[in-house]
């Protein structure tokens, strides 16, 4: 018996010993293809390391908003009939205050009826009986001439039950729950990605100083799990950009640390590196490792198609505050609002606005945009691709006063976003999309969490129309964006799965000392667009109910209603969705599975799911 302990336990360290030389191969292979010898040989060089063109690719990427978006201006989980039936009061209340009512006349958001603001309403259809409203905002960006399309390209789930605001609905989104060691499904899909498709070399990138940041928890992640964080220009650049050749001193040091991997994998392991706990931390290590040296040194964070995708954010979002937000500067609540005790400018007036967004297309016109997706696409010849390159270069840095004047701009005073995430400036709302679409198009990255601004702005809510058009400017342009790229069956659009949701609804209010579309609802809504949806639909439904309210007076319509999970629509015999729900809903478009102990009473819900 002893004897078959010790052949089972040598077994077992050989199959461990080779496993971590595997891995350390893999570290290795990264490293020369890293090297100044691997990209002269074009091993890497930009180039995706881990994967070939014709394998099949799935991504995530992942909206998260602070706060919740404006009830009237965007989005709102409410039906036309509902507003038809708004009380009288309300209205009268709003028609009677001189600073609301004065904003509402002509040519501003929003254009007062007899019986609710039907006008400047867009019904986007009815799916089996549902309608869902959305404002000139969204009908700007997703309307049937917006960047992109709800009908073709998107799902709205509405009436998902709470679990708390500020920050708690955030993690219960993106958790499934509000433990502390709950995984978020993020990092679920990442890792099941990295085994069922095949792993990138930032395979799992959040765009903040830490994954907290973005509520979603790390104690409990491995492997591909682990995010790296990416917060800002500076880090992208510095870990993808090396100053010069390496000193003889820096390469002794790297070539110390190789040999080290492969001294640990020549010798046999201690039962202690038996370990689950040890080889999952050996796992971690080892991917960051292998990703580490594959990007070093290749340029993306300094290139000319970096600099022209975040260009393109920046021109789309300061276009957006060009159309959708310059009635503000009539009447009372001007675009050049300032703080009244520090002087702050929360927003710079419309003819900065104006004249920036003119100055950076009249640097970066149409045809510059043109040529840098036929670059990215490699779609012409090596010597075209080369002079496309230098034009490239040349054209940004003519744009470089244009693009620092409109990524400087104001739009979010100081609550654009979560704690610990400043999103202040056009140029900050810009980078997380930017970044997101680079590393998705290059193949760089399975799945992507990233901030948009939202904000939790109440009485101010005048700004809090200019920072969700960044946020809606940003998730129209990356999906068009990401239609550009053709695979086998469809776009890179169609196999990948975009997820933006903010903590909370806002009522549809008109309290004139709460302003339009923000006061906090009581239930949460999701806006999905890509792989694996039923696209077009509407998902839940809202009622009134004891939870109308709960918090601000006189906001009928609060209460989540239970529904059929397999058509969506409200049913008495049904059950209510939750904001739990979101992360095995996302797990099963992926095919994911939910770890056990994050299993409880809300489902997938199969209405969300395409229908084959």
Same mark, same amino acid.
């Given at each position: 018996m002893r004897r078959n302990n010790r052949r089972s336990l040598a077994q077992h360290v050989d199959m461990e010993r080779r496993r971590f030389l595997r891995n350390t191969a893999q570290g290795l292979l990264a490293l020369a293809s890293a090297s100044p010898l691997g990209n002269s040989l074009g091993l890497l060089n930009g180039k995706r390391a881990f994967a070939a063109d014709a394998r099949p690719r799935r991504h995530l990427i992942n909206l998260?908003?602070?706060?919740?978006?404006? !009830?009237?201006?965007?989005?709102? *989980?409410?039906?036309?009939?509902?507003?038809?039936?708004?009380?009288?009061?309300?209205? *009268? *209340?709003?028609?009677?205050?001189? &600073?609301?009512?004065?904003?509402?006349? &002509?040519?501003?958001p929003y254009a007062l009826t007899d019986f609710g603001i039907d006008a400047d309403l867009l019904s986007l259809g009815t799916? &089996?009986?549902?309608?869902?409203?959305?404002?000139?905002?969204?009908?700007?960006?997703?309307?049937? $001439?917006?960047?992109?399309?709800?009908? /073709?390209?998107?799902?709205?789930?509405?009436?998902?039950?709470?679990?708390?605001?500020h920050g708690i609905g955030n993690r219960a989104l993106n958790q499934g729950s509000t433990a502390d060691y709950a995984k978020g499904y993020s990092a679920l899909v990442a890792a099941h990605i990295a085994k069922t498709d095949y792993p990138r070399p930032l395979h799992y990138v959040s765009v903040a100083a830490h994954p907290s940041n973005l509520f979603t928890n790390t104690a409990m992640n491995q492997s591909y799990e682990v995010a790296t964080?990416?917060?800002?220009? %500076?880090?992208?650049?510095?870990?993808?950009?090396?100053? !010069?050749?390496?000193?003889?001193?820096?390469?002794?040091?790297?070539?110390?640390?190789?040999?080290?991997?492969? =001294?640990?994998?020549?010798?046999?392991? $201690?039962?202690?590196?038996?370990?689950?706990?040890?080889?999952?931390?050996?796992?971690?290590? /080892?991917?960051?490792?292998?990703?580490?040296?594959?990007i070093s040194n290749n340029g993306w964070g300094d290139s000319t198609e970096f600099r022209?995708?975040?260009?393109?954010?920046?021109?789309?979002?300061?276009?957006?505050?060009?159309?959708? /937000?310059?009635?503000?500067?009539?009447?009372?609540?001007?675009y050049d609002y300032r703080n009244s005790s520090s002087g702050e400018i929360y927003y710079p007036h419309s003819a900065t606005v104006n004249l920036a967004c003119s100055n950076l297309e009249a640097a970066l016109p149409q045809t510059f945009f043109d040529d840098l997706n036929t670059l990215r696409l490699a779609q012409a010849s090596a010597s075209v691709l080369a002079a496309l390159q230098a034009s490239l270069t040349a054209r940004v840095g003519q744009a470089a006063n244009a693009i620092a004047a409109a990524e400087g701009i104001y739009h979010a005073g100081t609550l654009g976003s979560s704690p610990g995430v400043g999103i202040a400036t056009i140029g900050k709302a810009a980078f997380p999309f930017a970044m997101a679409d680079f590393l998705v198009r290059k193949d760089a990255s399975a799945v992507v969490d990233l901030p948009?601004?939202?904000?939790?702005?109440?009485?101010?809510?005048?700004? !809090?129309?200019?920072?969700?058009?960044?946020?809606?400017?940003?998730?129209?342009?990356?999906?068009?964006?990401?239609?550009?790229? $053709?695979?086998?069956?469809?776009?890179?659009?169609?196999?990948?799965?975009?997820?933006?949701?903010?903590?909370? =609804?806002?009522?549809?209010?008109? =309290?004139?000392?709460? &302003?339009?579309?923000?006061?906090?609802?009581?239930?949460?809504?999701?806006?999905?667009?890509?792989?694996?949806?039923?696209?077009?639909?509407?998902?839940?439904?809202? !009622?009134?109910?004891?939870?109308?309210?709960?918090?601000?007076?006189?906001?009928?319509?609060?209460?989540?209603?239970?529904?059929?999970?397999?058509?969506?629509? %409200?049913? %008495?015999?049904?059950?209510?969705? *939750?904001?739990?729900?979101?992360?095995p809903t996302v797990c099963a478009i992926f095919g994911a599975s939910v770890p056990q102990n994050q299993l409880n009473e809300f489902d997938a819900v199969p209405a969300v799911l395409r229908r084959s």
């Open positions: 998260i908003g602070w706060g919740g978006w404006d !009830g009237v201006w965007w989005h709102n *989980s409410l039906r036309m009939n509902d507003y038809r039936q708004l009380p009288n009061v309300c209205l *009268s *209340s709003v028609l009677g205050s001189t &600073g609301l009512a004065a904003s509402f006349a &002509g040519g501003r799916v &089996g009986g549902r309608e869902q409203l959305a404002g000139k905002g969204f009908n700007h960006f997703f309307g049937p $001439s917006g960047r992109a399309r709800f009908t /073709t390209d998107m799902l709205v789930w509405k009436g998902l039950l709470q679990q708390g605001q964080c990416l917060p800002d220009w %500076a880090v992208f650049r510095s870990i993808t950009t090396r100053a !010069g050749a390496l000193t003889p001193a820096a390469m002794s040091e790297e070539q110390r640390l190789v040999s080290v991997v492969g =001294d640990l994998g020549r010798v046999a392991l $201690s039962p202690r590196l038996n370990l689950t706990s040890s080889r999952v931390n050996a796992d971690s290590l /080892t991917n960051a490792f292998a990703s580490g040296v594959q022209g995708v975040y260009a393109r954010y920046v021109l789309a979002m300061i276009r957006g505050l060009r159309t959708l /937000t310059l009635p503000l500067n009539n009447g009372p609540y001007r948009i601004a939202v904000g939790d702005e109440h009485w101010m809510w005048w700004r !809090g129309f200019a920072a969700v058009t960044t946020a809606m400017a940003g998730m129209a342009e990356l999906i068009a964006s990401l239609k550009e790229v $053709s695979l086998t069956g469809g776009s890179l659009f169609d196999q990948t799965l975009i997820v933006a949701h903010t903590e909370m =609804d806002r009522t549809w209010s008109l =309290d004139p000392s709460e &302003g339009p579309g923000q006061a906090h609802g009581n239930t949460a809504s999701v806006l999905l667009a890509g792989m694996g949806i039923n696209r077009g639909a509407v998902v839940g439904d809202v !009622g009134r109910g004891p939870l109308e309210n709960s918090q601000f007076a006189g906001n009928p319509w609060q209460t989540a209603l239970p529904i059929d999970y397999a058509t969506g629509a %409200a049913s %008495a015999s049904g059950k209510p969705c *939750s904001v739990q729900s979101l992360l």
